[in-house]
């Protein structure tokens, strides 16, 4: 079975930094692209970043300069963001996708809050 697991949030000062992780296990399709999404209670969710399977990345405005998407393995991916504000307090979810629409999972989320 797919599972996918986020890690590495909590609760971080304004202008300090963390690093969240992504790891999928029990993947069967050939992964094209895995992102970083957040969302708040009431609100739409957000893309943030995501990364190829080449390698190639992609960032939403509100984070490009601050936060960095990266891997060390196929399917671990990493997301450090820095500078943060209480602006980017959310839930945060790790998306792993093929190249179909059948081929989507999603973690649990983690929360991260920014205190001022």
């Known amino acids: 079975q797919v599972h996918i697991v986020e890690s590495g949030g909590g609760g971080v000062q304004a202008g300090g930094s963390l690093r969240l992780s992504c790891l999928a296990s029990?993947?069967?399709?050939?992964?094209?692209?895995i992102g970083w999404y957040r969302q708040v209670p009431g609100k739409q969710l957000e893309f943030l970043a995501q990364?190829?399977?080449?390698?190639?990345t992609d960032y939403s405005d509100s984070v490009k300069g601050r936060f960095t998407i990266s891997r060390d393995a196929k399917n671990t991916v990493y997301l450090q963001m820095s500078s943060l504000t209480v602006e980017d307090t959310a839930k945060y979810f790790c998306?792993?996708?093929?190249?179909?629409?059948?081929?989507?999972?999603w973690g649990e989320g983690i929360q991260v809050t920014v205190s001022s």
């Open positions: 029990g993947i069967t399709f050939n992964v094209n692209v």
């Open positions: 990364i190829s399977s080449g390698g190639i």
């Open positions: 998306n792993v996708a093929g190249i179909w629409k059948k081929d989507s999972y």
